[in-house]
Structure formats: structure tokens, C-alpha cells
């Protein structure tokens, strides 16, 4: 969720709203149509904890390097 986050700019509470509605952001992050999704506070907490680990960073450091390695390139847009 947090990659969609990132790449779409999207605010907690508009990244809850967008996984609830758009089902290829619910395959993109595992979650089916009858499971429960994340609320925008529980993403919030754990962005908290992985910032306050100094791991968001980190992980989104590996995430770009996988993808660049396969030769993907990974733009921010608008999700509108």
C-alpha cells in the first residue's frame, strides 16, 4: 500500500479509500475483495514504525534497485 502511496501521492486517508474502490489495487497488494482492508490510521501507524526504524527509506531503496535491475522504471502520475 505504500508504494501506491508513494507513486500516486496519495494521502492516508485518500490510499484507504482507493484500495476499498479500485479492485487492481486490491490484487496489486494481495488483499481479495472479502478480506478487510487496512484503515488509513493502521497504515499511518506502521509507516510511523518503519520511520522511526529508519527502514522506509531502506525499503524503498530495495524496491527501486530490484526494478531497475530487470530494467523497469517505476514514474509517479495521478491515479484520477
Known amino acids: 500500500m505504500l508504494f501506491i502511496q508513494h507513486l500516486y501521492n496519495l494521502s492516508d486517508p485518500q490510499l484507504e479509500e ?6 487492481v489495487y486490491q490484487r496489486f497488494i494481495g488483499i481479495g475483495m472479502d478480506r478487510e ?11 510511523e514504525k518503519l520511520i ?5 527509506a ?3 531503496d530495495i ?8 530494467g523497469l522504471i517505476l514514474k509517479s502520475g495521478n491515479c484520477e
Open 58 to 60: 531502506k525499503l524503498f
Open 63 to 70: 524496491v527501486y534497485n530490484l526494478l531497475n535491475n530487470k
Open 37 to 47: 482492508k487496512p484503515d488509513f490510521t493502521t497504515v499511518w501507524r506502521f509507516k
Open 52 to 56: 522511526a526504524h529508519d527502514l522506509m
Open 18 to 23: 482507493k484500495v476499498i474502490e479500485t479492485p
